[in-house]
């Protein structure tokens, strides 16, 4: 694939993202790589990287006029509503287009013993009742959510250990970076004797050793669901974006405007 007609901004944090990262490296593909900064050691990638917010939609809109940037990706995590809201606004702002590489949510499977909760509020108001012992798979962004429910146990697995003092009276931290496999996780929620798990409909396959060891073991999940997202172009694996990408820039090429002439609009459901 020619990387002419592209200067690709690939907002990353996911699997997925870094699996593109490789692809379009190997391909000698113009791109950059963009992390929020969440974590203290973020995966090296293949191509150049930026760290940190752009500052809004308006922000990113200018940074991607400033940088020339031809083509936008968006494989950023499910729960990052924010910044795929702000991907798609600076996107039509710069008048480039728009690709958010998606991975489907998980559904639960014979033997599952699913709850939802619409969001992470519901998720907490589940919680009241006696004490348990509560693995909390959602990173430490909710952590002070939780604490409205002080009377459990709390395990968590963090990316990085708590840079801040953890609001939960009862907890133990587990400091690990997916992705997690099943007998391992298995272990985990035995050793633990957690009786429930509350975790994101994330999707993908990095963190689903939990779900298959909690049906293993018998345990409930609270799943939590995933926030709306707004209407943009989607491709599911990393040769439906390459191919989002070669079709983009073919066809910013014949209306002969550079790829800023395409539409996100005319590219929804690749
Ligand atoms: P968010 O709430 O949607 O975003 C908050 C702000 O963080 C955005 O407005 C943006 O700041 C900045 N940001 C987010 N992703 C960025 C990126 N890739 N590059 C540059 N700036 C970025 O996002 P979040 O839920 O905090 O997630 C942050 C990062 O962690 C994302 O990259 C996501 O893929 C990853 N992640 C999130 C989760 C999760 O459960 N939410 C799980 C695993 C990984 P400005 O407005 O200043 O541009």
Not at 124 to 131: C, D, E, I, Q, W
Request: a neutral charge.
């Amino acid at each position: 694939m020619s990387d002419l007609a592209h200067d690709i901004l690939l907002l990353g944090g996911t699997t997925e993202a870094s699996a593109l990262a490789r692809a379009l490296a190997e391909r000698g593909m113009k791109a950059r790589f963009s992390y929020a900064g969440r974590v203290d050691t973020p995966r090296p990638q293949p191509l150049p990287t930026r760290v940190g917010g752009f500052g809004g939609a308006e922000g990113l809109a200018r940074y991607l006029a400033d940088e020339g940037i031809t083509h936008l990706v968006d494989a950023t995590h499910p729960f990052a509503a924010r910044m795929s809201a702000n991907a798609v606004a600076a996107a039509r702002m710069a008048g480039i287009p728009l690709l958010a590489l998606t991975r489907p949510p998980w559904s639960a499977e014979a033997g599952d013993r699913w709850q939802d909760a619409p969001d992470i509020a519901a998720a907490v108001a589940a919680l009241a009742g006696p004490p348990r012992r509560v693995m909390l798979a959602l990173g430490r962004m909710h952590l002070a959510d939780f604490a409205a429910q002080p009377q459990h146990h709390y395990l968590l697995r963090l990316v990085d250990p708590p840079s801040a003092p953890v609001p939960l009276p009862d907890h133990h931290a587990v400091i690990d970076r997916g992705p997690f496999d099943v007998d391992g996780d298995t272990e985990l929620l035995r050793r633990h004797r957690i009786d429930l798990v509350v975790c994101k409909n994330a999707g993908g396959e990095g963190a689903r050793a939990k779900l298959v060891a909690a049906r293993k073991l018998g345990l409930p999940v609270l799943m939590v669901q995933r926030p709306a997202q707004p209407a943009r172009a989607e491709a599911h694996d990393v040769d439906a974006a390459l191919g989002w990408l070669q079709r983009t820039a073919a066809r910013c090429a014949t209306a002969g405007g550079g790829a800023h002439a395409a539409s996100p609009d005319t590219e929804r459901g690749v």
